[in-house]
């Protein structure tokens, strides 16, 4: 990225400009392949909340099909989509949150209930966020496109993990991010089908096929091409994440999902019953350990897991949900030494709690 950081202008004729054009040019190609799509239904914008949003609103604007003024969005979406429904109301659009079993994934059933002749659009994330579960989107996107229905997913979690996401989920847009496979921050893409009407959200140039205003980022954007051939180890990742787990189980820890639950290897999401999460990050960070829980909040303290609430958990069970995702390079013994301190945590807070009973 280094040198692209003072690069001229894409859209100029000068040299620096063409140079620059020339490393986009070449990024999109990566990613493209990456994604297994075409050249140019590859779109760069800031990210997956953008992504997102010039998915969602963008075709809602581009729709002229009166009779179409649903949009459906699974209730565990990432909040970048959730926070859409404003939007679509405010254009006139009606919302409906599907619901979502305890796995964290859509019912299928409802889902298929749900695609009538009024629905524009379906958003349904390929792997959630929080828990890492993994929906059958292919499935849904069948049904949907049976009755003519669009199709955005939220690709983050799955990007690189999963080859050639187009081509296995057959969804009309999707959404990936740089910074989710070790590119930077502030860079992503959307995956356009081609023939599918979007319009854009930023106006200005040219520029993203006149799909997305603005001079392109492109330090971002060679960067992120960069991340794309990082080699991903799963087969260590998932040794990893199976001993973070079986050692957090026998510590007091709850998993979240069932073992048949389909889950990236890289994710671990569990609750320690009776200890808040807002209290356990706080002991993990001291120790060491990165870890997340539900949204933050304006006032910086956790809300419970929109996640876990809409799949049916209690609001304390909700405010004790726990996620760890595991990176490149760590290994098993690396995360019996994270489930340890977890678990160190975990106690020292339960601990207190009884001194604070017994008195």
């Known amino acids: 990225m280094l040198p692209w950081l003072e690069s001229g202008n894409p859209s100029s004729l000068h040299v620096d400009g063409r140079r620059a054009k020339g490393a986009i040019d070449q990024a999109r190609e990566r990613v493209s392949t990456a994604l297994g799509c075409e050249f140019g239904e590859c779109l760069f914008t800031s990210g997956a909340t953008e992504s997102a949003n010039a998915a969602i609103i963008g075709a809602a604007v581009a729709n002229e099909d009166p009779t179409r003024r649903r949009v459906l969005i699974s209730a565990a979406e990432h909040h970048c989509v959730l926070h859409t429904q404003s939007m679509l109301e405010r254009l006139g659009y009606q919302v409906t949150l599907l619901p979502v079993g305890r796995d964290t994934r859509p019912d299928f059933d409802r889902v298929v209930a749900e695609l009538t002749t009024d629905v524009l659009l379906i958003a349904v994330m390929h792997a959630n966020n929080e828990t890492g579960a993994i929906t059958d989107v292919a499935a849904i996107v069948d049904k949907a496109h049976e009755a003519g229905v669009l199709v955005f997913s939220d690709a983050v979690q799955t990007f690189t993990k999963i080859p050639n996401l ?59 091409a960069g991340a794309v051939t990082l080699p991903m180890s799963d087969a260590m990742t998932k040794s990893a994440r199976d001993a973070l787990l079986k050692r957090l189980i026998s510590g007091g820890a709850v998993p979240t999902l069932s073992p048949e639950t389909p889950t990236l290897n890289t994710h671990c999401h569990v609750r320690f019953p009776g200890v808040e999460s807002e209290s356990m990050l706080i002991r993990l960070d001291r120790a060491g350990v990165s870890a997340s829980a539900g949204a933050a909040c304006s006032s910086g303290s956790l809300e419970a897991s929109h996640v876990l609430l809409a799949a049916g958990f209690s609001e304390a069970e909700a405010k004790e949900g726990l996620r760890f995702t595991l990176g490149p390079g760590i290994g098993p013994n690396d995360a019996i030494l994270a489930a340890d301190r977890i678990i160190q945590a975990a106690q020292a807070i339960l601990g207190t709690e009884k001194s604070r009973v017994a008195r």
């Open 166 to 224: 187009v081509k296995k989920l057959r969804a009309d847009l999707i959404a990936v991010s740089a910074h989710k496979i070790g590119g930077p921050q502030g860079a992503g893409s959307l995956y356009v089908k081609a023939g599918t009407k979007l319009k854009p959200l930023v106006g200005g140039g040219g520029q993203e096929r006149e799909l997305r205003g603005g001079t392109e980022n492109v330090a971002g954007i060679v960067g992120f």
